[in-house]
């Protein structure tokens, strides 16, 4: 069974300072995604980035990108210069063959301005 | 693209009571999931269907659940004699299945259903 693990429960970023939010997975697929999902309070589950596992190339996405290592199976999201909107839960997830999201338990990001 | 509705936004009832969330995903999706997320918790996967077909249930989903996609479009999760642990979040997500490429899953806002 895959499973991810998101060890910080918490972290905190000066606005418009960079941050960064660490994953680590286990599978044994050899083709599988892995994705960034933003939640704020009450609000929707969004997407933020995504990483396919055979691509070398990191992912970007505006002031997002990821640090996606296969071997240690470790996959960081970087958000720089920070915003108050994003202030938020971040989940780590990971899809493989069966579609389903198997997400970590989610890291609360405050922003202070 | 009016994204995924999720109705009733939230549900009270007592517990025994039975009850049925509905999801209604975006139009050109053919895949449907459910998940449920406790606080302070990710969302746990309960089942998923690619259009009418119900493809795979978890192991969370006790006979006391079930889910339907009539007609492939929306579909809707009950709840029979609803129990305390049944108290969370219920997520609904639809994707499409694209060219050997895994489509991401699109969120709707969720039914919270808390149990009295």
């Known amino acids: 069974a895959q499973t991810v693990t998101q060890s910080q429960p918490e972290m905190s970023v000066q606005e418009a300072e960079t941050v960064t939010l660490s994953c680590t997975y286990d599978t044994s697929e050899s083709d599988y995604y892995l994705f960034w999902y933003k939640q704020p309070p009450s609000r929707q589950m969004i997407l933020v980035i995504r990483q396919e596992a055979y691509k070398q190339q990191n992912a970007t996405e505006n002031r997002f990108s990821v640090n996606f290592q296969k071997a240690a199976k470790s996959f960081s999201l970087k958000i720089s210069d920070s915003q108050l909107g994003d202030a938020a839960m971040y989940f780590c997830?990971?899809?493989?063959?069966?579609?389903?999201?198997?997400f970590g338990k989610g890291i609360t990001l405050s922003v202070r301005p | 693209d009016t994204g995924v509705s999720q109705n009733p936004r939230h549900k009270i009832t007592k517990r025994g009571q039975n009850v049925t969330f509905r999801c209604d995903p975006i139009?050109?999706?053919?895949?449907l999931y459910w998940y449920r997320q406790t606080l302070g918790q990710g969302p746990e996967f309960l089942t998923y269907?690619?259009?009418?077909?119900?493809?795979?249930k978890s192991r969370l989903l006790s006979d006391r659940f079930s889910a339907e996609r009539p007609k492939g479009s929306f579909s809707t999760l009950e709840i029979q004699r609803t129990e305390q642990g049944d108290s969370a979040m219920y997520l609904c997500?639809?994707?499409?299945?694209?060219?050997?490429?895994?489509?991401?899953?699109?969120f709707g806002d969720g039914t919270r259903l808390s149990i009295l």
């Open positions: 997830a990971y899809t493989g063959a069966n579609s389903k999201l198997t």
């Open positions: 997500a639809s994707s499409s299945t694209g060219t050997g490429i895994e489509q991401p899953q699109h």
């Open positions: 269907f690619q259009n009418e077909a119900q493809l795979e």
């Open positions: 139009s050109e999706h053919n895949r």
